[in-house]
């Protein structure tokens, strides 16, 4: 559905997005994740044809972002980290007035609005002015206005930003719901929001593209170490290190503290899971195991190691 190729921004010298290249298919929910200045806001403004890239292509439906670009917003819906209303209008007045300058016919607004209040719930609001609401419900009046030209594809630049747990929660039901028939591309900080809202994750740093996949696929290819902490009794660090460094997949073995026990984690590198090689030889021994426990690779480690400084 969208196709990017060689897309870069740069604002003078400034190189915000270099050369990055991805496809999105229909019916995605796809996760832009990354470090403040990495780009994601820039390269959403691009796909909605709001900036203009300096080089690179973008196509989406078989249309080009520079020649069609007109025919491409009327099938996007954009929400703006904040989103552009007019605090002054009541939420249905504001509704309507966007109703009509998306062109659609008078006997279909009521029920549009009608349909949009029930699936962000904003029935309660609808009558309130947009200033005297909190921003949980602007976000959803947002969400609203986007989605308002029924569009295929939905770009939400952090929707969930300022917001608390549990109007997180709330818009994360909205935007699943959402994705059961539209293609819809987020940005957020919010980690464990993209692990359970999306199906498919780019982490973008200093401009490029560092990771594409799902949760899962990244905790499998991405290179770097796992550890798994070990408490034994009757047995001495030597050892210890004499019979599981051999094993194929430990790097290292450090002693965590100097209990009356031996508490040890071991350096394993990915993307092997040797927990029974090392228990098979721990019981080859007089030694006594009263601690195994490996650590959850997460997205937040795989983040960290895509996007630390060198």
């Not at 209008?89 to 029920?111: A, C, H, N, W």
């Not at 195994?292 to 895509?306: P, W």
């Amino acid at each position: 559905m969208i196709h990017v190729e060689a897309l870069s921004k740069y604002y003078g010298d400034f190189c915000a997005v270099n050369q990055i290249n991805f496809d999105i298919e229909k019916g995605e929910i796809l996760g832009l994740l990354g470090p403040n200045g990495a780009g994601k806001t820039t390269t959403l403004r691009m796909l909605t044809g709001f900036i203009h890239p300096t080089s690179g292509s973008i196509r989406v439906k078989d249309l080009d972002i520079d020649e069609d670009t007109l025919e491409i917003k009327k099938i996007l819906g954009y929400l703006p980290e904040s989103a552009p209303l007019y605090h002054d209008m009541l939420v249905y007045d504001y509704l309507t007035f966007v109703s009509e300058i998306r062109g659609i016919e008078k006997r279909r607004q009521i029920p549009k609005i009608h349909h949009l209040a029930d699936l962000c719930g904003i029935n309660e609001i609808m009558h309130k002015p947009i200033g005297e609401l909190s921003k949980g419900y602007r976000q959803r009046v947002g969400l609203a206005h986007a989605m308002m030209s029924d569009p295929e594809i939905l770009i939400l630049d952090e929707p969930t930003s300022g917001l608390d747990p549990n109007q997180i929660v709330e818009i994360r039901e909205i935007i699943r719901q959402i994705g059961r028939e539209k293609t819809v591309i987020l940005s957020t900080h919010i980690l464990s929001e993209a692990e359970a809202t999306c199906n498919r994750i780019i982490i973008v740093n200093h401009g490029k593209i560092v990771a594409d996949g799902s949760t899962e696929s990244l905790k499998q290819s991405t290179s770097g170490e796992h550890h798994i902490e070990i408490s034994l009794q009757n047995a001495d660090l030597r050892s210890v290190k004499e019979r599981l460094m051999p094993i194929d997949g430990v790097e290292a073995i450090t002693r965590l503290d100097a209990g009356d026990c031996l508490h040890l984690e071991l350096s394993c590198k990915y993307p092997s899971d040797i927990r029974g090689k090392i228990y098979g030889e721990i019981k080859k021994t007089d030694w006594v195991l009263l601690e195994f426990h490996q650590e959850t690779r997460t997205l937040e480690n795989i983040f960290r190691e895509l996007t630390k400084e060198i």
